[in-house]
């Protein structure tokens, strides 16, 4: 197994390392496309803004990467979202694999939603997750409830927590700060 955590200068690189290397799994930080290719499994991180984040991606053609990858793919928070259609962020064009839309957050509650949230889910991310799990969560803007949710949250909303199709997973959440259930998808992950 090779697992490469893209580097793109837009990402909470160390806390998913640690969390892969407590589950056994060791991981390559990488840039190049022909490695991130050859990679048994792809972890696209991000914390940040959606724009610059884009910008980085498009500097170095990940952008044309990454929908092309056959691997297990699992992007975690603007990860997540930059494989969206669009962001209402900086007004950004998405990767497009997921067949949604970010949009900012407009409720009366605090913005960025932060701390922890139960979150339900199904599909092969969840398995051995019992519903109403609590996760991690940073975020202003969330993704849209699609045909690709496999997992919501509420915050004064329903939003999708996780998004799923074909090869390529999403969490708002942050799977590497969420404890015993954060640990148990990334091993999830790890499986496919």
Request: glycine share 8%; hydrophobic share 40%; net charge negative.
């Amino acid at each position: 197994m090779k697992v490469v955590i893209i580097d793109y200068g837009a990402g909470n690189i160390q806390s998913i390392r640690f969390a892969l290397e407590r589950l056994g799994a060791t991981a390559v930080l990488s840039h190049d496309a022909d490695e991130i290719r050859q990679a048994s499994h792809v972890i696209f991180p991000g914390v940040g803004e959606a724009s610059s984040a884009m910008k980085k991606l498009q500097d170095t053609a990940l952008d044309t990467v990454i929908p092309t990858l056959k691997q297990p793919v699992l992007g975690i928070c603007l990860g997540m979202q930059l494989m969206c259609h669009a962001s209402e962020e900086g007004n950004t064009k998405g990767l497009g694999i997921f067949d949604t839309e970010v949009v900012r957050f407009t409720t009366d509650l605090n913005v960025p939603h932060m701390g922890w949230n139960t979150v339900n889910g199904t599909g092969k991310l969840f398995l051995d997750i019992t519903q109403n799990s609590h996760f991690y969560l940073v975020h202003s803007y969330y993704a849209k409830c699609c045909n690709d949710t496999n997992a919501t949250c509420t915050y004064d909303l329903p939003f999708s927590a996780a998004l799923a199709r074909d090869n390529f997973y999403g969490t708002q959440f942050h799977p590497e700060k969420s404890g015993a259930m954060g640990a148990q998808l990334l091993q999830n992950f790890l499986n496919l």
